[in-house]
């Protein structure tokens, strides 16, 4: 049965909602900070489990490579434990209302004063890494670095035209949920309507290889390690 988090330690303003009044305009999450006390900041995007000690654990490893990173919690403190509950909690999220969280957490890590960078990089998991790609189509110039592993769900754009980010992917040869076929298509479609550097990598994996603590039994060590290297180098080249 789905539980609450504890793992919620920051609070920012969210946008308001088009057409509406009142509501709720605070979001949560989990934010890390570098011994220096300060580094360029990433935007971390949780899978279909919710904001999870993986989560938590990808924020403190950015942070230890020298990154503010924050990861919003968009289950709102929710955690799924099987398979069904984390698709029924992704299915309850609309696309807009993550688009708005996230445009929050952008406007917040940008405005702390940890942050060095004057853009943001942005790596998401799963449902996180289809929002990934919203992201750095929504916010355009605001985000430099946009990294999707496997991304999947509701918010998997359509259209790449609004991408100025340079994208960095990470996709599974064995992922049934999102097949390695489909991930090359939207390597191109993304490289032909945004005029963006995309490289996408490819891996002898199923989906969520990356995550050491999948229920589903995933986790592939030498793959996520090659992709998490990847990923650091191209964070630290492109946020700035």
Not at 22 to 30: I, K, N, T
Request: include cysteine.
């Amino acid at each position: 049965m789905a539980g609450k988090t504890p793992h919620q330690n920051t609070t920012f303003a969210l946008p308001e909602k088009e057409g509406t009044e009142g509501g709720d305009h605070r979001g949560h999450g989990y934010l890390a900070t570098p011994g220096s006390g300060s580094g360029p900041g990433v935007i971390v995007i949780q899978e279909w489990w919710g904001l999870t000690d993986h989560m938590r654990d990808v924020c403190d490893r950015l942070a230890a490579e020298g990154f503010t990173a924050l990861a919003p919690d968009l289950f709102g403190g929710w955690v799924a434990h099987d398979g069904e509950e984390a698709g029924e909690m992704m299915q309850n999220l609309p696309a807009e209302e993550g688009a708005r969280q996230l445009a929050g957490a952008v406007d917040y890590l940008l405005s702390l004063d940890s942050v060095t960078s004057k853009t943001v990089g942005a790596v998401g998991f799963c449902m996180g890494g289809g929002f990934v790609l919203a992201l750095a189509a929504d916010q355009g110039a605001k985000v430099s670095a946009a990294v999707p592993f496997y991304g999947v769900g509701q918010a998997v754009p359509q259209a790449y035209a609004g991408v100025k980010a340079a994208v960095q992917g990470h996709y599974a040869e064995q992922d049934s949920m999102f097949p390695p076929q489909d991930a090359r298509a939207q390597e191109q479609q993304i490289r032909e309507e945004s005029g963006a550097e995309v490289e996408y990598f490819f891996y002898d994996a199923p989906h969520a290889f990356h995550n050491d603590e999948n229920p589903q039994g995933n986790y592939r060590p030498a793959d996520a390690e090659l992709a998490w290297s990847r990923t650091v180098r191209f964070l630290k080249d492109k946020v700035e």
